[in-house]
Every structure is written in structure tokens, then in C-alpha cells.
């Protein structure tokens, strides 16, 4: 039983309503169902109160109040307003507070543009996205962190004598190829003893590794390999397939005296399938490979299951093959693959030939408008060091700058932005987070931005004339992160500005495609520079070293502990970048142990002329 006591405070006319009360039917009296109570207490909100219902049980104005503040308590533990049972919910409704159902509009309003603004503006929503920036970080973009650098950098003047030198081939080092051929390796047995599947995860330039080192653990275990299955990205969510990316045919001819390769199965193991891995344990799949795995590994788990069912599935297969005690075939082999194997498909050359094309011999304002007049000055820019031009590799993406823990004048905003973007990729495990920012750029563990790397090009002696091709998918801040770069390097060129859109068709949203892009340009260009080290700057790396090319590894902890000196005076900083760099210009260096063959491929692939 439920009673109203009390006199209502309401309009003048209902002060002298009788106090009512109230029976529940059974069921809801008996039901803890709290929205069949709130459906009974909303139906009691359109009495009559003009003509109450007589009151069988009244109660005495004590029993009434202290009924009423029990009320209120038991509605504030359970969370509704102390005075939306009682009289006052009534006041409410009738009397002359009428706020209610304008909050009910405005909450409905806030409801809806909640739910329309991830429709229309999905990038502001960007923090938990991997594959674009936020529009946020576009919005509150950081003003240049080196503006005193930044100022005289853009006012410049470097000696001639220093560009020809920064554009010069590098000399004869003293090294040239050496993957071998197949009259100096053993030959092939006569006879294989099965075939080889390896399922390849990550992004182009870890997948063709995969690639490298699948050849060598066929050549191991005397098997023949099926062209590699390429998984789709996570990240980008690229289907794109080994045929897609590389010429196949062209594969299989350049190792043909070296390996078996076949482009799909025959009839009798069409059931070994990605999915029918996927749906259990197999017998045939091996799982537990190591990282970095011996040959010796390979001979003791693979042959057996090679021998038993004449097929071995392995997956994951990423950095999965040592770099070390491998015999000397075999790391040639893994060279012979990466360098000359793995040729690119056509319409991703051509694509790539078009871009250098542009880059080299770009059409001048005068040419496009028919005309010798020039307003604006590009072109006298355009004309000097005509030929000529350079590769950035940004990777500024926004799990680089996340996984980083560095700070990036975004201010708190985007220091909170960054954290809860870690906390929920990688569950807030990155080893970086228990470093301070000082600390971190001390050690090197920074990437670079827009702005540093080019502050550091300039440094080198890069001029405002320099043509740039800038090689990246998605730069964290978008165009206005990039926007202090392009007023150091005002003919600073990408694939969207070189090329039209019927060209980029076949490769667009492609992130596989578009880096072999990249990749293609980068190896065509004169001098190479990676903002940040990574599978992209280490294959370049390595390929060029191998075909003896200008490449530029930034000296990250130099740049960190310069770019911590807010006082420092561009002849100064200048200074100390050409010095911190006199040796890091595509000089030949030696692998050492564990390192990777692939970014040093000397001496393992390389002869000393």
C-alpha cells in the first residue's frame, strides 16, 4: 500500500486537494520488475486531482511526513530524484515548473548528434582508427617547436660546392654484388620430398623478407616452395596477393636453378587451405617455429612431416630464419631473392616510371600555360639542379608517434589522445611509457617530425629547389603537419601531385601497392632518407648499399639531444648535423652478428672487387 500525504505544493487551485491513497494490484506489488513500477507510477500522474478518489485509510500529518521522507530515501538509493514519487513529482508535472520536457528535448537533440556525427565526420573519431590521423590533431596542430631554426632555415643560401658534393654518386667502395649463380652452388637433388606453404603476416616490406627466407628453408629441406600466401593486413586491411605485387613468372625464372617453385598445389593437396588450417589442429602445419629458427631446426621438424604426408604448411612464418651459421648458398640465395627475384609487376613499374619521369623533368608553369612567363619564380628553381631528386620516407603514422610515448607539441590534448590510443592497441605494454620525453630523445627512441626532418635536410644542404618526393601512406596531423616541411621544400612532390587519377587507379586504397610504389621511386631516386627507422628504411637500406647508392641514416641520437637545445643558433646546429653525418651517407658497413642480411647485405652477398 502507497500513500500520498501531505498537501501537494502546486497551483493556488489544488491547494486544498485531499490526501489520497493508493492500492497496487497484487502483481505489482508483489513484482520487483522496477519498469512495471515505473509504468504503474507514470499512469498515476494523470489522476484527476481535481476530484481525488476518497481516502479509506487517512493519516495524520506526522505518519504523513514521516512516510514522505522515507520515500525520498529509498528513491535516492535507487537513483531517482527524492522528489519524483511523491507530491513534488506532481508539483512538477501540473504546477509551474515545466523544465522537464525541454530537458527531454534538448537530451533527444544531444542523442541524435551523437549518433549522426561518427556518420558524417568518421575522422574525428580517429583516436581508436589505426590507418588515418585524427581530425582533432588536424584541428589543434602544434605550432613549429624550432621557430628560431625554422626562420633561418627558410632564408638559407647554400655554397654551391656543397650541393654538388651532397648531389655526387658516391665512389667505389671497394664492394660489388655477389649472390652467386647456380654452377657454383650444389645443384638440386633429382627429386623433391614435398612442398612448402608459408603464410606471411605483416606489412610489404616484412612480408618480402618472409619471402627471402622461405626460399632458403626450401633450399634447406630439398622441398619445393608454393608461391607465398600473403595474409590480409590487420592494419590496412590489404587483400593483395603475391601475383598482385610481384611478377611471377619472372620469380620462378630467376630461381629456377636454384629451387622448385610452383604457383599453386597439385590436385591431391587442395585441402591444405588457409581456412582448413584455420578451423583446427592439423597434422601438416607447423606452428611453433621459432624466431630466428636454425637450419638445423628445419631438418629436424619440417623434414619429418615433409617425409610422412609430402606437405608442411608453416605459419606464423615472420623472422622465422636465422641470419646466422647459415651456409654460404644459402645466405646468396637470400640475397639473389631480395635483390634480383623480386621484381615488381608491370603496371606498378610503369606507375613508378611515370612519378620518376615527372620527378626529373618536371613540366614547367611556363610549358603547361603556353607561355615563357613566369610570375611566381618556381621555375629558375625548378632549373637548378635540373635531373635531380630525393626521396623522404616519412613515417609519421599514428602508431609510430603512439607507440613512440614521445611528445610532439600537441599540448595535453593530444599527450591524453596519444596514451589512450596505447592503452587500447597495445593494452598500455610499451616499454617507452616508464621514459620521460627528455630522456627519450636523448636516446634516440624519438621519430622525427615533419618539421625536424626537414630543419635536418635543409642542415645537410638541401635548398629550397630541391625536388622531393615524399614516400609515406598516412602522416599523423595530416597536411598541417606537413605544412612546415613544404615551406622548407616548396616543390615537394607525392603520387597524388605527380600522377592523375585514372593512373592510380589499379593501386589506390592498396597500402601494399602504393609502398611497392614507394619502394620502386626510392630505388630510382639519387639520394634516399628515412625519417625513422623501420621495415621500409631497411630494405631500401640494404638494396641500395647493395647497389652502392646515396642513402641518409639520420643520427636520431644526435637530432634528439640538438633538438632539446631550444638556444641553439642555426650556424651552430647546422655544424653539428654535418659533422654527426660525415659518415652516415651510404658508406658500406659490415653485418655483425644478428643483424639483419637484408639491410647489411655485405659481406654475406658482397665481394670485395
Known sequence: MLSFGGPPRVHRRQQNLHHQHISLPPALSLSRNSEDRRRFRSDILFLDLRNPPENPHPTSPQRSEKLRRRRRRRRRRRGFPSHSWDGGFVDMRLGQHHSRPHQSRKAALAGLVAVLLPVFFPGLFGPLGRASPSMFSEWNAP???????????????????????????????????????????????????????????????????????????????????????????????????????????????????????????????????????????????????????????????????????GIAAISPFSHRLTFNNLPPNIQRLRCKVNFEALAFVPHIRKLGETLVSHLRYPVTESQAMGNLHVKDGREEMRNQGSGKFAVLHLRFDKDMAAHSACDFGGGKAERMALAKYRQVIWQGRVVNSQFTNEELRNQGRCPLTPEQIGLLLAALGFSNSTRLYLASHKVYGGESRISTLRKLFPLMEDKKSLSSTEERARVKGKASLLAAVDYYVSMQSDVFISASPGNMHNAVLGHRAFLNLKTIRPNMALLGQLFLNKSMEWSDFQRAVMEGHKNRQGHIRLRKEKQSIYTYPAPDCMCQA
Not at 654484388?177 to 645443384?187: A, F, H, L
Not at 620430398?193 to 633450399?219: S, T
Not at 590489404?238 to 610452383?262: A, N, P, Q, R
Not at 624466431?291 to 604426408?309: D, K, M
Open 143 to 309: 605550432k613549429p617547436r624550432h621557430l628560431p631554426l625554422l626562420k633561418a632555415a627558410i632564408q638559407r643560401q647554400i655554397p654551391f660546392r656543397q650541393q654538388l658534393d651532397l648531389w655526387s654518386p658516391l665512389p667505389d667502395q671497394g664492394w660489388k654484388p655477389c649472390v652467386g649463380s647456380p654452377t657454383e652452388d650444389p645443384p638440386l637433388s633429382g627429386k623433391s620430398l614435398g612442398y612448402i606453404q608459408v603464410f606471411l603476416d605483416g606489412g610489404l616490406n616484412q612480408q618480402r623478407m618472409g619471402i627471402c627466407d622461405a626460399v632458403a628453408v626450401a633450399k634447406i629441406s630439398n622441398a619445393t616452395l608454393v608461391i607465398p600466401h600473403l595474409e590480409v593486413n590487420p592494419v590496412w586491411q590489404d587483400t593483395s596477393s603475391f601475383s598482385d605485387i610481384f611478377d611471377v613468372d619472372h620469380f620462378i625464372s630467376v630461381l629456377e636453378g636454384d629451387i622448385s617453385i610452383v604457383k599453386e598445389l597439385p590436385g591431391k593437396y587442395s585441402w591444405s587451405t588457409r581456412e582448413y588450417y584455420a578451423t583446427g589442429i592439423r597434422d601438416t602445419r607447423i606452428k611453433m617455429a621459432p624466431v630466428h629458427a636454425s637450419a638445423n631446426w628445419y631438418l629436424e621438424n619440417v623434414l619429418p612431416i615433409l617425409q610422412r604426408f
